[in-house]
C-alpha cells in the first residue's frame, strides 16, 4: 500500500486571509514530502470558496519549489472544462517544470454549479462524454502530429509542445464510480481513482467489485487503483468524536454546493443553521464515524489493512475537513508516524 496526501485551499469565512490558507496548505504538502507520502493531490474548482483551486497546474508547480520527492497530481482536472491541445500542452510543460514529477488524475466533474458559469446547458452525461472524447486525445497529442474530428473537438494535425519530460507522458488516472467510467479506464490503460465520500465500507467494496469485474471482462487491468477517502488520525476517543463533528459538518456542505439550490455570495455559500445541520440525518456525525477512516491510529491502521486486503494499491488521505490548520497538522503528523510505519 502506497500513501498520498489529497488537499486544496478551503475558505469557510470571509474573514479568512488566503495568503494564510495557502500557507498552511503549502506546510501539509511539505509535511506529505518529508514523511514518505507518494503524491500529492489537488483539483480543479471555479468560483468556489469551499475549494479553491482555479489551475491545478499552477499550484502543482508552485508545491514542486517546497518539496524534493513527492509526485504531484490533479485530484482531479475537469476535462470538459479543456480544449485537448491546452490540456496536453500544459500538463507536458508542468512536467518539464517539476522534473518529470507530474501525475494526471481526471474527471467530468461533479458540480452543477460549475458547469452552469464554465459550459452553459451542460448536464452530467455531456460532461462524461465530453472527457471520453478528450482525454485519449491527451496520449496523442503528446505523440505528435494528432489530427481529431470529434463530436466536441476537431482540428488539424497537431503536436503538444513541449512534449513531457516522462517518457511517454503523466500517468493518468480516471475518476471512476459506475461501470461505463470503469470500462473507459480501463480499456484506455489508464489507472482508477475511486472515493465513496461519505460512504463506507459497503461502497469501498462495491467499488473494488465494479473495477475487478471490468477489469474481468477485458482480460486486462491498469496498473493502479487509489481509494481517497476522508481521514482523521485521532489522539484519542474524545478527538476522534470531534473529528466526526467537523466532518459532519463538511459534508453537509458539500452536499449544499451539489444541490446547487443556496445563495451564492461572494464565492461563500449561505450559512448552514444548526437546525439545518441537526437536520441532515445522513452525514450525522455517527455516521461519519462509522463511515470514513476515523479512529485512532490503531483503528485507522486496522481500516486501511482491510482496504488493502481488497486490493487497492493505494490510499489517499483527504484531508479537507473545514478544521483549523492545527488539526490538520495534527491529524497528518500522526498518520505519518504512526499510521504509515505499519504498512513498511
Same mark, same amino acid.
Given at each position: 500500500? !502506497? ?25 501539509? %504538502? ?11 493531490? @489537488? ?18 508547480? #508552485?508545491?514542486?519549489?517546497? @518539496? ?6 490533479? +485530484? ?5 472544462? /479543456? ?5 496536453? +500542452? ?17 474527471? *467530468? +466533474? ?5 458547469? !452552469? *458559469?464554465?459550459?452553459?446547458?451542460? #448536464?452530467?452525461? #455531456? ?7 478528450? $482525454?485519449? $486525445?491527451? *496520449? ?5 502530429? %494528432?489530427?481529431?474530428?470529434? @463530436?466536441?473537438?476537431? &482540428? ?34 489508464? #489507472? ?22 471490468? %477489469? ?40 449544499? /454546493? ?12 449561505? @450559512? $448552514? ?30 481500516? =486501511?489493512? *482491510? ?27 500522526? &498518520? =505519518? ?8
Amino acid at each position: 500500500m !502506497e500513501f498520498s496526501l489529497f488537499a486544496h485551499m478551503e475558505r469557510l469565512s470571509a474573514d479568512q486571509p488566503h495568503d494564510q490558507l495557502y500557507a498552511s496548505f503549502i506546510d501539509l %504538502c511539505k509535511m506529505a514530502d518529508e514523511g514518505g507520502m507518494r503524491a500529492i493531490w @489537488t483539483g480543479e474548482h471555479h468560483g468556489m470558496e469551499f475549494t479553491i483551486a482555479p489551475n491545478p497546474f499552477t499550484t502543482l508547480v #508552485d508545491i514542486a519549489h517546497h @518539496t524534493k520527492n513527492v509526485r504531484l497530481g490533479t +485530484g482531479t482536472v475537469i476535462v470538459p472544462f /479543456w480544449h485537448p491541445i491546452r490540456l496536453a +500542452g500544459e500538463a507536458a510543460m508542468a512536467d518539464l517544470m517539476t522534473g518529470g514529477r507530474i501525475e494526471i488524475g481526471a474527471a *467530468r +466533474g461533479a458540480y452543477s454549479y460549475e458547469y !452552469e *458559469r464554465m459550459i452553459p446547458g451542460m #448536464d452530467a452525461w #455531456d460532461a462524461g462524454q465530453r472527457m471520453r472524447e478528450t $482525454l485519449p $486525445l491527451v *496520449r496523442k497529442l503528446w505523440q505528435g502530429d %494528432c489530427a481529431h474530428d470529434g @463530436t466536441y473537438h476537431s &482540428f488539424p494535425a497537431t503536436s503538444s509542445a513541449p512534449k513531457p519530460l516522462q517518457e511517454n507522458g503523466p500517468p493518468i488516472w480516471v475518476a471512476a464510480r459506475d461501470p461505463n467510467s470503469h470500462e473507459f479506464a480501463v480499456v484506455n490503460d489508464f #489507472d482508477v481513482q475511486v472515493t465513496p465520500l461519505w460512504q463506507g465500507i459497503e461502497e469501498i467494496t462495491k467499488l473494488m467489485k465494479t473495477y475487478k469485474d471490468t %477489469c474481468a471482462a477485458h482480460a486486462k487491468r491498469t496498473h493502479k487503483i487509489m481509494l481517497l477517502h476522508h481521514t482523521y488520525v485521532a489522539s484519542d476517543a474524545n478527538d476522534s468524536a470531534r473529528a466526526a463533528q467537523e466532518l459532519s459538518r463538511f459534508y453537509s456542505y458539500f452536499g449544499a /454546493w451539489f444541490q446547487n439550490k443556496r445563495p451564492v455570495q461572494q464565492g461563500l455559500i449561505q @450559512t $448552514l443553521s444548526e437546525d439545518e445541520l441537526a437536520a441532515n440525518k445522513m452525514m450525522s456525525p455517527e455516521n461519519m464515524a462509522r463511515d470514513l477512516t476515523i479512529g485512532t491510529a490503531q483503528e485507522v491502521i486496522d481500516k =486501511i489493512k *482491510r482496504y488493502e486486503d481488497l486490493g487497492y494499491d493505494e490510499y489517499s488521505f483527504w484531508i479537507d475537513s473545514g478544521m483549523s490548520p492545527e488539526r490538520k497538522r495534527a491529524s497528518l503528523a500522526r &498518520f =505519518i508516524d504512526d499510521v504509515m510505519p505499519a504498512f513498511a
